[in-house]
């Protein structure tokens, strides 16, 4: 019997949580700094950041250590 698919990845409730709490503590920094539109935009950036190192940490995609690509390759 197969496994239902739901289209909700397994382990992506970790980097969900991680983000709205980054986005959380900029707001909290921004109000802090007197700067609400800033404190979020850092959230942001830092959101971004945590999200590709959470899917990297997670390693879904084996083998893409390639030393012969140097990024020019299509």
Known sequence: MSE???GWPKGRIGWVIGTVVLLALGALVGAV???LVLGLAIGVVI???WLIAYES??????GLNDPWDDG???
């Open 47 to 49: 959101s971004i950041g």
């Open 4 to 6: 239902r698919r739901t």
């Open 57 to 62: 940490w997670r390693g879904k995609t084996p």
């Open 72 to 74: 020019a390759q299509l």
């Open 33 to 35: 700094l007197g700067n």
